[in-house]
């Protein structure tokens, strides 16, 4: 952080920062990104139908609200009140009738919704109580679901069929094509965001079901190509099975070119080894650690050691597959400013 | 607000004025006082055990939040983020299985206790990310059910149940002694906040479930006792059916004299008829305006028109039997200024 305030002339006007996806993996970058003088926005997915947002999805007919709340929760103020509704945004009911399993934001961004008449509206007054320092955007305000088209020409609907795939299902399939159902347009404040930005974010996350899945809605390829951003993947930590099982990280690559349209002009990569007992349980569910064979590629490929020393425990009333081991936000963050 | 703001001397310290009670008729007393220049602490029951708050009572053992909700959402300040917050502290759901029903702000609370570790902590960050202007304290920390023991000798144990009368129980029997199970004792702020006081409000509310339920624990009396404070009892506008039906005001006040050990000093009476359709609703629930028969009483009486011109409209997921007609807090709190 230090360094490139150093690096920043007075007067200079902020970079604008945009991250595109969703999840944890948005959750990290952004984390790491608020520490600097950065203006940021997050563009968020809209296509989640699992778990507690799911739920809520399907009772209220709002967009799906865990993205959003993730992204907030990433931005809002650690300090004073902030912090207090931090972590009251992030709690998860264990108890009660109906609300084990609900995230606490997610209640609150339903009720926002509700009571202020949309879901952008609430987003707004969200960060205004959380004293979010950026901004959040859903990526569109159309209530869609993913589609999955798998090699074999099977079709799969709905995030968490996609994340999770049903019983009987080859999760080493390759899925052959992601599109939305129906299709959606995207938001104005989205468009603008990515137009705008100096840089522009993509993953880490599930690759299609949380980045890709942004790129699918319309009019997202073209303002990337509108944009004079640099374009930058965060590379995945581990293939996930169901979606990338036995890809190398050019096949991300690639899947990320086809989709936006447009090939990364960076890609950062892990170097860092996985403590041996992670790799171990991430095995147990047929997930490896993404092999670097990046070598010719003709975008500049940044190699860091990037893991978080923290490992996730699996909580109670987890109804989500969660990731054991993540990027460390701080040293992340460190190497997008390098490139700015 | 002018008159009294004029009548303060410069560099006077703030009269303490503390209500003690619960509800709706709390919310109305607060909501008003809170616009004057006093130091407001609100003493607060525990023994709700219906709605929302009855079912996160049960399934997460904490204490009822309900009436904690009221008096925090009353004392919210109005400006910027604190008037979003109230708004979502008040909000009710009215979709999603298991959440239909339950007040955001209960839940709020009760995620805040989990978090924070206590009911008091919950109430404390709450005030502070609401911006109470005052302070909300439970009368005592022990988790107690209410006991009505009627002129016939039976028992009813529970506060919804004693509020809401069960199948076959005659609503117009005298509760001939209201106590609690198992004993609580006082909690030190609230000893506090009563012993300190220059003025105590008793009511509006429910005569037992409400009001009474504050003075049957261990030590209100005692502390009512010890404090320098004028005692105020607002009148009930109408009796309740189950609890209070066919008394009139003199017998309002002797039961509060019975429970408190004090003959109020003064007894705030609305002298203002209630509007016909609004009369003949109440008529259907057997319930009815409380007769003014304090013309022989000692203590000072204070008769003003006292009606909110706003009538209350029931609304869907209402679980709890609520009043149609309340008092104007605005109205109420210049009378009660008006003693001070």
């Known amino acids: 952080m230090k360094k490139f305030s150093a690096g920043l002339k007075k007067g200079t006007t902020r970079k604008k920062v945009c991250t595109i996806g969703g999840g944890t993996g948005t959750f990290t970058v952004l984390s790491g990104l608020k520490k600097y003088p950065v203006d940021l926005s997050a563009v968020v997915t809209v296509a989640d139908?699992?778990?507690s947002t799911g739920r809520l999805r399907d009772e209220f007919g709002y967009l799906p609200v865990g993205d959003f709340r993730m992204a907030l929760a990433a931005l809002a103020n650690e300090n004073g009140d902030g912090n207090i509704l931090r972590d009251l945004f992030l709690y998860r009911f264990e108890k009660g009738e109906g609300l084990t399993g609900h995230?606490?934001?997610?209640?609150?961004l339903v009720a926002m919704t509700d009571l202020f008449g949309s879901e952008v509206a609430a987003i707004e007054r969200a960060s205004k109580v959380l004293r979010v320092e950026g901004r959040v955007v859903p990526v569109s305000d159309h209530n869609v679901q993913l589609v999955a088209e798998y090699a074999n020409g099977k079709k799969v609907v709905g995030e968490t069929s996609i994340d999770e795939p049903p019983e009987g299902h080859d999760g080493?399939?390759?899925i052959a094509k992601l599109s939305l159902k129906p299709r959606a347009r995207i938001h104005e404040s989205a468009r603008q965001a990515i137009e705008e930005a100096d840089i522009l974010i993509l993953g880490p996350g599930d690759l299609y079901t949380s980045t890709i899945a942004n790129l699918v809605v319309g009019g997202v390829r073209e303002a990337i190509a509108h944009s004079r951003a640099q374009l930058v993947f965060v590379m995945n930590l581990m293939t996930k099975y169901g979606q990338t099982a036995g890809f190398g990280a050019r096949e991300h690559v690639d899947e990320i070119a086809r989709y936006a349209g447009k090939i990364?002009?960076?890609v950062i990569v892990n170097?860092?080894?996985?403590?041996?007992?992670v790799s171990k349980r991430y095995e147990k569910e047929r997930d490896f650690p993404v092999k670097d064979d990046l070598m010719d590629f003709t975008s500049a490929v940044v190699r860091a050691p990037l893991l978080s020393s923290?490992?996730?425990?699996?909580?109670k009333g987890d109804t989500v597959r969660r990731s054991l081991?993540?990027?460390d936000s701080?040293?992340?963050a460190r190497e997008i400013m390098g490139l700015l």
């Open 325 to 327: 081991i993540r990027h």
């Open 310 to 315: 923290e490992i996730i425990a699996t909580k």
């Open 264 to 266: 990364p002009d960076y």
């Open 172 to 174: 080493a399939m390759r």
């Open 103 to 108: 995230n606490f934001g997610n209640l609150l």
């Open 49 to 51: 139908s699992g778990g």
């Open 271 to 277: 170097n860092e080894p996985l403590p041996e007992n």
């Open 330 to 332: 701080d040293k992340l």
